[in-house]
C-alpha cells in the first residue's frame, strides 16, 4: 500500500487493532505515533519496530489532543494521517447506568476523536490528509446492555459522514472501519469482563460470525492503511464493516 513517509497518530496504540495499525504503516515505511496510557508498553512495542515513536496522552483526556499533535509536529514537522482508535466500553445495563460510566465512554469514543481530529485539522489541510475512525458493529447491531458503548459508536459513524462533507473542499478525507469481534484484550481489560465470560462471549461470536471466526487485528488494520493510503484518493465519507458478516446476522 502507498503509504511511504507519510506521517501518521495512531490512538490506543499499544495493543490490538492499534498495534497492528501501526506495524502495518511502519513496515509500508511510515512514521507512526502511537498513543496511550501505559506509556511503558507503548515505549517497549515502539523499539521492536522502526519508524514507530511512543508518546504518553489518554484519548479521554482533553488536554491530551494539542500535546499528541505538538508531539508528532516535533519529530516529523507535519501529519498526514489520524487513526482514531483507542476506544472504551464496559457494558452495564440501564438500571445501573451512572454518569462516570456514560461519560466516560463518550469521552473515549466521541468527544476524543473530535477534539483530535479539530487539533490535527490544520496539518491535514496543509497535506491534503486523512482521518480513520474506528467503530463497531454494535453502532447498528443492538446488543442488549451495550447501549451506551454502541451510540458512542453510531455517534462516531455520522461524525465521520459529517466531516468527510466538511473537509472534502479542503482535500481532507475522512472514512471509518466498523470491526466486528476480534481477538484482542478488549472483552477482559476493556469492558471488565471476567476469563470465564468473555470465553463465553467468543463461542457465542463464533457461532454467529457467517464466516465462522473471530477475527485477528491484522484484518482491520490492513482495511485502515489501506483507506489511508494514496491508492484511496477518491474514497471519503464511508463506513466499511470489517466483521467477516456479523453484522449481516
Not at 521492536?48 to 489518554?58: L, T, Y
Not at 500535546?67 to 514537522?77: P, Q, S
Not at 482535500?171 to 481489560?189: H, I, K, S
Not at 463465553?200 to 473471530?214: D, F, H
Request: glycine letters at 10%.
Amino acid at each position: 500500500m502507498n503509504v511511504k513517509d507519510l506521517v501518521v497518530i495512531v490512538t490506543g496504540g499499544g495493543a490490538g487493532i492499534g498495534w497492528a495499525t501501526a506495524r502495518t504503516f511502519a513496515r509500508g515505511h511510515a512514521r507512526v505515533l502511537i498513543t496511550g496510557r501505559r506509556i511503558a508498553r507503548l515505549e517497549e512495542i515502539a523499539r521492536a519496530e522502526s519508524n514507530v515513536a511512543a508518546f504518553e496522552a489518554d484519548a479521554g483526556d482533553p488536554s491530551g489532543a494539542q500535546r499528541t499533535v505538538d508531539r508528532a509536529l516535533e519529530l516529523w514537522g507535519r501529519i498526514d494521517v489520524l487513526v482514531n482508535n483507542a476506544g472504551a466500553g464496559a457494558p452495564m445495563a440501564l438500571a445501573d447506568t451512572t454518569p462516570a460510566h456514560v461519560n466516560g465512554i463518550y469521552a473515549v469514543n466521541a468527544i476524543g476523536p473530535t477534539l483530535l481530529a479539530a487539533a490535527a485539522l490544520p496539518h491535514l489541510v496543509a497535506s491534503r490528509g486523512t482521518i480513520i475512525n474506528l467503530s463497531s458493529t454494535l453502532a447498528r447491531k443492538a446488543v442488549a446492555g451495550f447501549s451506551a458503548y454502541g451510540a458512542s459508536k453510531a455517534a462516531l459513524e455520522h461524525l465521520t459522514r459529517c466531516w468527510a462533507l466538511e473537509l472534502a473542499p479542503k482535500g481532507v478525507r475522512v472514512n471509518a472501519v466498523a470491526a466486528g469481534p476480534v481477538e484482542t484484550d478488549f472483552l477482559q481489560e476493556r469492558m471488565g469482563l471476567s476469563r470465564e465470560e468473555a470465553e463465553a462471549v467468543k463461542a457465542q461470536e463464533r457461532n454467529l460470525i457467517p464466516l465462522g471466526r473471530r477475527g485477528v487485528p491484522d484484518d482491520v488494520a490492513h482495511w485502515i492503511v489501506a483507506l489511508a493510503s494514496r491508492d484511496a484518493a477518491w474514497v471519503t465519507g464511508q463506513v466499511f464493516a470489517i466483521d467477516g458478516g456479523f453484522s449481516l446476522v
